[in-house]
């Protein structure tokens, strides 16, 4: 496990903000001990100072993973968060999205959420804002991009694409086949 590098930190905290705005520093200093980030073979993992420091006695060929993987770099550079990130993130989202029950499946399946299943949105959500995707039941189920503001969701057709799928608690299933 290393250390990010200036860069590379800049994009994951570009990234998380998108979604949590300012309570990132929340996600470094919490309640039970300070928490960092570290990389290893382009994923990013998020652990507690505590662990770190077990983790640090054992060889890099042995370190398989460590902590909760919070996404990872593309090819071209770009930081992508996991879907592993969620429950850290969902308690401090900004922007959230709520889906009938009838559009639920759909989103664990990977589709875009459509205005006919979009349940609730954020009072003043902006175009391409990071959202965190909720049940009407208040489970979060994933990682989207507002397509429409929360004042164009109110005029627009029911066909009408409203948030972009990102990532969601399914992808565990769908991946199952790819892993046997």
Same mark, same amino acid.
């Given at each position: 496990m290393k250390k990010l590098s200036d860069d590379r930190i800049k994009l994951v905290f570009e990234k998380v903000t998108k979604y949590i705005g300012a309570n990132v520093k929340l996600l470094i200093d919490r309640p039970d001990g300070t928490y960092c980030f570290r990389e290893q073979k382009d994923r990013v993992y998020y652990m507690s100072e505590k662990v770190l420091k077990i983790a640090e006695n054992v060889g890099k060929d042995r370190l398989v993973s460590m902590g909760t993987?919070?996404?990872? @770099?593309?090819?071209?550079?770009?930081?992508?968060?996991?879907?592993t990130a969620l429950n850290y993130i969902a308690p401090y989202a900004q922007y959230k999205v709520w889906l009938k029950s009838s559009a639920e499946q759909q989103f664990l399946y990977g589709h875009n959420v459509l205005k006919s299943g979009l349940g609730r949105i954020t009072e003043g959500t902006e175009r391409y804002q990071g959202v965190v995707v909720? #049940?009407? #039941?208040?489970?979060?189920?994933? @990682?989207?991009?507002a397509a429409k503001s929360t004042a164009e969701c109110k005029h627009t057709d029911p066909l009408t694409v409203v948030c972009f799928h990102q990532a969601d608690i399914g992808e565990f299933i769908r991946s199952e086949h790819e892993l046997t």
């Open positions: 993987c919070f996404g990872k @770099f593309t090819k071209t550079g770009k930081f992508r968060l996991h879907v909720y #049940s009407m #039941s208040d489970i979060p189920l994933g @990682f989207g991009v």
